[in-house]
């Protein structure tokens, strides 16, 4: 197969895998919680408000790279081949901004439901996520864009 039109993944599972790991952290927060409920209803509402704001920072990051890759005419899916090397937008700042904002909202809702869980099992779906997608995804633009996405990852960090 081509090297240019070679896929970097067959199915696009970061989004399943973000899914299926804040499932996991519900599961375990309600079998074996890690956190005490707050002394004060002041500490409660300090954990839901600042957990409320990660995760409206956390769809805005991601719709916002969706946005600015639908204004480039390329795919938004990771298993599609794509035809435009985004490096504006949230692309500017990092080099996965949608799996970025995933991680967000999971720590957001953590926050909210103060379930230690989901930070932790949101650490090792961004371990997961790099190691079996965003290094396939980088494999794909590396082959289809050369030079030009190198020079991208040499400005651009992979997360934050």
């Not at 946005?67 to 090397?85: A, E, I, K, M, Q």
Request: hydrophobic share 50%; aromatic share 14%.
């Amino acid at each position: 197969m081509n090297a240019y039109r070679a896929k970097s993944m067959r199915y696009p599972w970061p989004f399943a895998l973000h899914g299926f790991a804040s499932l996991a952290a519900l599961a375990l927060g309600r079998t074996l919680p890690l956190a005490q409920e707050p002394d004060t209803r002041l500490t409660a509402w300090l954990f839901w408000s600042i957990g409320a704001l990660v995760i409206v920072a956390g769809v805005v990051l991601s719709l916002w790279a969706v946005r600015t890759l639908l204004d480039r005419h390329t795919t938004v899916l990771p298993n599609r081949c794509s035809s435009y090397l985004v490096t504006s937008g949230p692309f500017r700042y990092t080099r996965n901004p949608i799996y970025l904002g995933y991680t967000l909202i999971m720590a957001g809702i953590g926050l909210i439901t103060m379930n230690a869980w989901f930070f932790i099992i949101a650490t090792g779906t961004v371990i997961l996520t790099t190691v079996f997608a965003v290094r396939a995804e980088e494999r794909h633009l590396h082959a289809r864009f050369g030079f030009e996405f190198e020079r991208y990852c040499r400005s651009t960090s992979r997360w934050i």
